[in-house]
C-alpha cells in the first residue's frame, strides 16, 4: 500500500539559508574538494568529518559504508542535510559502531532518502542518540540486526515516510529515553520480529523517563510479530490517529502501559485508526493499570478476529472515555482475561454511540488483500463524533469531513459531488477536496496551515479569493473524482 505523497523544499521543516554543498560518489576520491560531482569525495565518513552548520551531502547513486556523524550540529536556520541522490544503499556499518548511520550528540541533521540494510551484530539501520531536532525522512531499512531506526534523548525528532521492515532482532521504528514530541508520520513498519513502532521512557537510562507529546499519525503497520503494532510505555500525552494497524502476530493493536517508563502511558487521544487483530492476535487496544486515566478512544474501527479477546481492554474505567467505535461483541474492563458484551460495556458507561462490527466485507473496499477503504454504504461512513481535535484529513491526506459528518477509522470515504463549495465553514482547509466538475470557493479562505492542500476537479473556479501563507502549498488538479 503506497501512500501518496509530494514534498517540496518549499515545506521542509528547515529552511536553509547557506552553507557548502558537497557530494559523495563512488568514482570520487576524498582528495578532492567535494563540490561538485566531478570533484565528488568518495566516502560520507569523510564528507560528515568536512561539514559544519549549513551545509548539505549529496550522495549520489551506489553502494558505501555507513558514517557516523558526531558532536557538529546544525542549526534551527542552517541544519546539516545528508541526501541521496538516487539509489543510495549503505550495506556495510560505519566506522564506529555496527549502525549504518549514526548521529550522536549533533543537533538539526536532515538524513533524507538512504537505503539501509543488513546492518550484523547489535547494528541499527539509522541511530539517532543525544540529538535534537533531527529529521529522518524517505528511508528505507531492510533486515538490520536490531532496529530500522532507532533513537534515544531525541526531543523535537521527526520520523517520516520511511519503510522499516524484517528488523531481525526487534523493532521496525523504536523512539526512547525521555525523549519529547516525537513526530511519528506516514511510515510504514512489517515483518519485524517484534513492534511496528515503540516508544519507552525507561526510567533506568536517565532523565525523567517519560516521553510527553508524541505525535504518532499515517502509519502503516502490518505483519509484525511480538507485543504491539504501537507500543508505549511511559508516554504522556500521545497523539495516535489515521493509523492503519493490521495482522501483527502475537501482539495487541496498540498497547499502553507501565513497564521502564516512570509513569503508565495516560492521556492519551487515539482518534481514527483502523486496528484489524488476526487469529493469533491479542487485543485491539490495551489499556493497563493507570494508563486508563485521562486517555480517550474515539471514532476508530476495532475489529479482533481473535477466539476470545477482544476489541478494549481496560483494567478501570475510571477518567477513561471510549465512544462513536467500531467494535466486536467482546471487550474487557477486568484487563487481558476475561471479556463482557458490548451491552454490559455500555453499561458502564462505555460506547454509548459506537457501532458492533458488521462483516469485514461489508466495511472495507477489499479486505482479503488488506485494502482498507471504506467500501460504499460501510457503516463507517459518516458515524464518527464531532469534537475538539478530531482530525481534519486522513491518512491519505483526504479532507474530513467528506459527507455530512466524520467517517469512523484511518481512511475518509471520498465525498464525490457535481459541484463542491469551498466556504469559509470548511475552514481550515487541509488536505483533498474533489468534485466530478466543479470546485466553486465561495468565499475569501486563507490556507495558513503548513499542509499540502489539493483541489481536484476538472473546473477549480476561485475568483482570486485564496490566500496561500506560510510555506503552506496549494495545487490544483484538473482530476474528476468518481464515487
Not at 566516502?43 to 555507513?66: C, E, H, L, N, R
Not at 520480529?193 to 507529546?213: A, K, R
Not at 460506547?351 to 482498507?372: C, E, G, H, M, Q
Request: net charge negative; glycine share 10%; charged share 15%.
Amino acid at each position: 500500500m503506497k501512500f501518496f505523497m509530494f514534498i517540496s523544499f518549499s515545506c521542509l521543516i528547515f529552511t536553509k539559508v547557506s552553507g557548502n554543498t558537497f557530494y559523495v560518489s563512488n568514482s570520487g576520491n576524498n582528495s578532492n574538494n567535494g563540490f561538485s560531482i566531478n570533484d565528488a569525495f568518495n566516502t560520507i565518513q569523510f564528507a560528515s568529518d568536512q561539514v559544519s552548520a549549513g551545509d548539505t551531502v549529496f550522495v549520489v547513486s551506489g553502494t558505501y559504508a555507513g558514517f557516523d556523524h558526531r558532536d557538529v550540529s546544525g542549526t534551527a536556520l542552517e541544519p546539516i542535510i545528508f541526501m541521496a541522490l538516487g539509489t543510495v544503499l549503505i550495506n556495510q556499518a560505519g566506522p564506529i559502531r555496527n549502525d549504518g548511520i549514526n548521529i550522536e550528540n549533533a543537533d538539526y541533521i536532515v538524513i533524507d532518502g538512504f537505503i539501509v540494510n543488513d546492518m550484523p551484530g547489535n547494528g541499527n539501520g539509522i541511530r539517532v542518540v543525544l540529538a535534537d531536532h533531527v529529521v529522518v525522512r524517505n528511508c528505507s531499512c531492510d533486515n538490520n540486526a536490531e532496529r530500522g531506526i532507532f533513537t534515544g534523548f531525541t526531543d523535537d525528532i521527526t520520523i517520516e515516510y520511511n519503510v522499516c521492515t524484517n528488523s531481525v532482532d526487534e523493532h521496525g521504528i523504536y523512539v526512547s529515553n525521555s525523549s519529547d514530541r516525537p513526530i511519528i508520520r506516514y511510515n510504514e513498519c512489517y515483518g519485524n520480529n517484534n513492534i511496528g513502532i515503540h516508544m519507552n521512557g525507561d526510567l533506568s537510562s536517565g532523565g525523567d523517563g517519560i516521553i510527553s507529546d508524541a505525535e504518532i499519525y499515517g502509519n502503516i503497520i502490518h505483519d509484525n510479530n511480538q507485543a504491539a503494532g504501537i507500543n508505549m510505555d511511559g508516554c504522556l500525552n500521545p497523539l495516535v490517529y489515521n493509523n492503519l494497524i493490521y495482522n501483527n502476530h502475537n501482539a495487541q493493536g496498540i498497547a499502553l502501559f507501565q513497564q521502564d517508563g516512570a509513569i503508565p502511558t495516560q492521556s492519551a487521544q487515539i482518534y481514527n485508526n483502523t486496528i484489524i487483530v488476526p487469529a493469533d492476535g491479542r487485543w485491539g487496544i490495551l489499556v493497563n493499570s493507570g494508563s486508563n486515566v485521562g486517555t480517550i478512544i474515539k471514532n476508530n474501527i476495532i475489529i479482533n478476529l481473535h477466539a476470545w479477546r477482544g476489541c478494549i481492554t481496560t483494567e478501570s474505567t475510571a477518567q477513561f472515555t471510549s465512544d462513536c467505535n467500531i467494535v466486536n461483541n467482546k471487550l474487557s474492563a477486568s484487563g487481558d482475561g476475561s471479556t463482557i458484551q458490548f451491552s454490559s460495556w455500555q453499561a458502564l458507561g462505555m460506547d454509548a454511540n459506537s457501532l458492533l462490527a458488521a462483516n469485514l466485507v461489508d466495511i472495507f473496499t477489499d479486505p482479503a488483500n488488506n485494502i482498507y477503504t471504506l467500501k460504499s454504504g460501510s457503516q463507517a461512513i459518516n458515524s464518527g463524533c464531532t469534537f475538539i481535535g478530531n482530525p481534519s484529513y486522513d491518512i491519505a491526506n483526504m479532507s474530513r469531513p467528506q459527507g455530512i459528518g466524520n467517517d469512523i477509522g484511518a481512511y475518509e470515504k471520498v465525498f464525490c459531488p457535481e459541484v463542491r463549495h469551498i466556504t469559509t465553514a470548511d475552514l481550515p482547509i487541509k488536505g483533498l477536496y474533489f468534485a466530478s466538475d466543479t470546485i466553486k470557493i465561495s468565499d475569501q479562505i486563507m490556507i495558513n496551515t503548513l499542509e499540502n492542500v489539493i483541489f481536484s476537479a476538472p473546473h477549480v473556479i476561485s475568483n482570486n479569493s485564496i490566500t496561500v501563507k506560510n510555506g503552506s502549498i496549494l495545487k490544483i488538479k484538473n482530476d474528476a473524482c468518481i464515487d
